[in-house]
Structure formats: structure tokens, C-alpha cells
């Protein structure tokens, strides 16, 4: 008995590239770069963020609260470290 072919009907995607309609692998990998993307962005962040915090002043670090010792320990930290 032969194996009928089934047929996935194939639509112009992300960019213009052609990928499987509804589902599968090319949303699973749009999902995915989606995810990445906005990782690097939080990581960016961060960092920009603990050089900010390097940066401050003795008397900014005494408004905010926070120590010398502390911005140090926090600007040390790896950027996709939380």
C-alpha cells in the first residue's frame, strides 16, 4: 500500500523567507530568537547599569543609600549575572 503524501502548504514568513504555515519549526525558532533577543537586551542593560553604579560619586552612593563596598561588588558581577 503506498504512503499518500501530505501537503503542508508553504507561506512567505519572517523576512520574507518561505517557512511551514502554523506551527512547527519556524515558530518554535522565531520563539526562540525572540527569547535570545530580549535576553541580550536585559544583559545590556545590566550592564550599563553597574557601570553607572561604578561611576557614582560618594556622596551619590550616601543619597542612594548603598555603600562603597556594595557598588564594587555590584559592578564586578558578570552581565548575565541578576
Same mark, same amino acid.
Given at each position: 500500500?503506498?504512503?499518500?503524501?501530505?501537503?503542508?502548504? *508553504? $507561506?512567505?514568513?519572517?523576512? @520574507? *523567507?518561505?517557512?511551514?504555515?502554523?506551527?512547527?519549526?519556524? &515558530?518554535? +525558532?522565531?520563539?526562540? &530568537?525572540?527569547?535570545?533577543?530580549?535576553?541580550?537586551?536585559?544583559? @545590556?542593560?545590566? +550592564? +550599563? %547599569?553597574?557601570?553607572?553604579?561604578?561611576?557614582? $560619586?560618594?556622596?551619590?552612593?550616601?543619597?542612594? @543609600?548603598?555603600?562603597?563596598?556594595?557598588?564594587? +561588588? %555590584? &559592578? %564586578?558581577?558578570?552581565?548575565?549575572?541578576?
Amino acid at each position: 500500500m503506498p504512503m499518500s503524501r501530505v501537503r503542508v502548504p *508553504v $507561506t512567505l514568513g519572517f523576512n @520574507g *523567507v518561505r517557512s511551514r504555515a502554523a506551527g512547527g519549526f519556524g &515558530a518554535l +525558532a522565531k520563539k526562540v &530568537a525572540s527569547d535570545v533577543c530580549a535576553w541580550l537586551g536585559r544583559c @545590556g542593560a545590566r +550592564a +550599563a %547599569e553597574r557601570r553607572a553604579v561604578a561611576g557614582l $560619586t560618594d556622596w551619590d552612593l550616601h543619597d542612594i @543609600g548603598i555603600s562603597r563596598a556594595d557598588a564594587g +561588588a %555590584e &559592578a %564586578e558581577k558578570w552581565f548575565w549575572r541578576p
